[in-house]
């Protein structure tokens, strides 16, 4: 069920669905969950792509400590290959809202389609900018995912993945024909299999 309500009252037990990573080239689909509680509101939750890097940081302690329940899930990259990255995210989707501590009586989940729940479920368009809950787990995931990827520049230096966060930037694209794929890279994407058969062409 796809809802195109403006959703102005936060009810209770409802929990908030996003996910960051979709578009990158590497690293996993993040994902989060996260019912708010009415009785602890909490002040500037918006789409997280919206906030600074600062207001984002700060507001992820806040939702941790504040919510009635969180939960922050994945779908790694050999699931991404194996699986296409549309089906990954909905199971880290349903990881998200099962890995809660709460039960809630409805996911409102982001976007045009809903994962499979063993709860009832309704997907809101621009969901991060209408329901608090759901702003509240895109900032959980991408604060989370970023943070990763800041470790996996350590790992992998040389593509600016700290940077770009794994998404196909000029230099990011320019990296893999130089240097190859990484471990962490999703070879069921178009640029990183033109990387791997350009590699596999030179090796030959």
Sequence with gaps: MQLGLDFTLVEELVAGVDEVGRGPLCGAVVTAAVIL?????????????????????????????KALAWCIARAEV????????LHATMLAMQRAVEGLSVTPRLAL?????????????????????????????????????????????????GYGIGGHKGYPTAMHLDALQRLGPTPIHRRSFAPVRRALESVDLTDV
């Design 37 to 65: 509680d009415p009785a602890r509101p909490i002040l500037g939750l918006n789409d997280s792509k919206k906030l600074t890097e600062a207001k984002r940081e700060k507001l992820f302690d806040e939702i941790k400590e």
């Design 109 to 157: 989940i982001d976007g045009n389609r809903c994962p499979k729940l063993k709860v009832p479920s309704a997907s809101v368009v621009q969901g991060d900018s209408k329901v608090p809950a759901i702003a509240a787990a895109s900032i959980l995931a991408k604060v989370s995912r970023d943070r990763e990827m800041q470790e996996m520049e350590a790992l992998y230096p």
């Design 78 to 85: 050999e699931e991404i290959d194996q699986l296409n990255i």
